[in-house]
Structure formats: C-alpha cells, structure tokens
C-alpha cells in the first residue's frame, strides 16, 4: 500500500516544473517564489512563508501561485494565523539566540502590518500560537500572553531554572502544553504553570502535537508518545533523521521530515494510539523545511526556494488509504 501511494504523489507533484501555477480545480504543483523558504501558514485563502534568504515575509495566492505581497521582516519569521490575522515573530534562531522580536500582526486580507508589539529586547523566543483565548509568544525561558483584541500584553512568566529550557509549545484547550529539555511537561492557562509529570522519552525532545490524552514529541529522528498526565511512554516510532512537521487530519497525523535512502523528503500518515504508520509517501524534493494543510492540498516549502502542492484529491486518496 505505501508503494501504491508513494507513486501516486511523485506522479502528482511531477506535472510541472515551473511557471507560476494554475487556476481551477487542478492547484499549483511546483513554483519558485524566493530563495530559502522555511516556516509557512495558511490564512485568507493565501499560503505565507518566510523566506529566510531574501529576509521577506510572502504572501502567495492560494490558487494561483503569485507572490502578492512581500514584507521586509528579517531573516527568521515565525507564523501563526487567526482571527482574520497572520502573526509574525522575528526570531534570532535556535542556536545563534539572537535578542529578537518584535510581534507583527498583518491583515490577512490585505497583507498590510496593522501592530508592531515590541517584545523585551534582552530575551529570546521561538515561536507564536494563537489560540485558548490569546495569542502566545514562547522562548526557552517565558511565555508572553498577548490579549487578541486589543495587542496588549496581558502577562509575561518566567519559567524556573528547576526544569530546564522550553523545547516546545502546543496549545490545550485552556492554555498551553509545554516541554522542558529534561522532560517534564508544564500545563500553562495563561496565570499560573502546573508542573505536570517528568518523561524520560521527552528529555530533549521537541513537542509537535498533543492527541487523545498523549504528548507527541520529536527527538534523534523519532516520534514518542507519552501519556500527558502520567509521563508513561505509549509507543515510540523511528522515523528518518528529522522530523518537522506534524498536521491532525481526519483521526490521524500527518508528518513530514526525512529518512536516509529515500529519493525525496517524506510524508508518514501516524495511527496515534498506537505509533503505527499507517502510509507513506516520497515527496519529490530534499530540503522540504515544513508542511501546512490550505484548501484541501497539502503544500510544502523547499530550501532551495521552491512551493510544492500536492492536489486535494491525491491528499483524500493517501488519507483514505490509511484508514483502510
């Protein structure tokens, strides 16, 4: 079965090699639109992507593969979207920890910077997420909750030394979930962080998602699942060497990194309960740095500048095949 859809994808993705994409129900398979791509999100009918290379902020039409807006924004941009709007972090980078900041707020309808919410200029962050009430500014060492109407900063909290750095962030339906480089995980409503239970499987780990009751973490090229409220380990998956990217789809997860051997980046359809992969494909690119769901396709965002769209029909099929 994953032979079946890996061929099913490489024909999809192998129908152009450049142009500008087009319209109607066949989307954009393959266009160039900068020169290092990286973080990406979807809003307004639109895919946004950073483009680290030219330091540029893209907003690229979701039907027709035009760039119709760029924004000098810096080098490294972390994205979020929501309310009608796309959040843009100015971030230094995970090893280089560049002072950074601040927090844009973009009108996802006419790509025009609408706030620039300055952030402590002495500290460091690693992304945004909006959700649970509030839009979420995160580093290794504070959490900054910003009020989503207003653009205020309603509190900032520092996370003790006890625990270690943040290594990652996922929302809950309260507040966040967050991991620590010596595994625990920390529940945070926005006033007050409960210290949840330590996981060996998380320590240094890097959390991606949060399912049915599990924590699911990238680290050394795997996926673990730990149980949130007991730290016990549910499955652990090898994967590849990396792990990027983790999308809910359907009652599965979709995730996107890279394995050794294989002609092209790849995408796993995950069973949460129980780690198995469910199905496979090959995406016809090395360099793939992230993955996000926009109108039925799946789009994927190359180092060496390039977007890749996987049509909607051929995403129904992987996904269809994994449940059966």
Request: aromatic share 8%; with cysteine.
């Amino acid at each position: 079965m994953p032979r079946i859809l890996i061929t099913l994808l490489v024909v999809s993705l192998a129908g152009c090699s450049g142009g500008s994409g087009v319209r109607g129900p066949s989307p954009l398979t393959r266009v160039a639109v900068g020169e290092n791509l990286g973080s990406m999100i979807a809003a307004g009918g639109d895919v946004w992507v950073n483009d680290f290379g030219r330091e540029e902020l893209l907003r690229v039409g979701g039907r027709d593969g035009r760039v119709r807006t760029r924004l000098k924004l810096g080098r490294r941009v972390a994205l979020a979207a929501g309310g009608g709007s796309v959040w843009a972090l100015r971030w230094g980078g995970r090893f280089f920890r560049t002072p950074n900041g601040p927090l844009y707020r973009i009108d996802a309808r006419t790509g025009r910077i609408t706030r620039r919410i300055p952030l402590d200029p002495d500290q460091i962050y690693f992304g945004v997420l909006v959700g649970a009430g509030a839009i979420w500014v995160w580093g290794p060492s504070r959490v900054v909750r910003i009020h989503p109407g207003t653009d205020s900063i309603l509190s900032t909290f520092a996370i003790g030394k006890e625990s270690g750095e943040l290594t990652g962030a996922v929302l809950e339906d309260d507040g966040l979930l967050l991991s620590t480089v010596d595994g625990h995980l920390l529940h945070f409503d926005g006033f007050s962080v409960e210290h949840g239970a330590r996981a060996g499987a998380l320590v240094r780990a890097e959390l991606l998602a949060v399912d049915r009751g599990r924590a699911i973490a990238s680290v050394a090229g795997a996926l673990v699942a730990v149980d949130v409220r007991t730290g016990r380990l549910v499955w652990r998956r090898p994967l590849g060497f990396r792990i990027s990217t983790m999308l809910p789809r359907e009652g599965i997860l979709l995730a996107h990194g890279a394995a050794f051997h294989d002609p092209g980046d790849r995408v796993w359809a995950i069973d949460t309960a129980t780690g198995r992969v469910l199905a496979a494909a090959v995406v016809p690119s090395f360099g793939t740095t992230s993955m996000i769901s926009a109108g039925g396709a799946l789009w994927f965002a190359t180092s060496a500048g390039e977007l890749i769209a996987v049509p909607p029909f051929v995403v129904d099929l992987f996904v269809d095949r994994a449940h059966h």
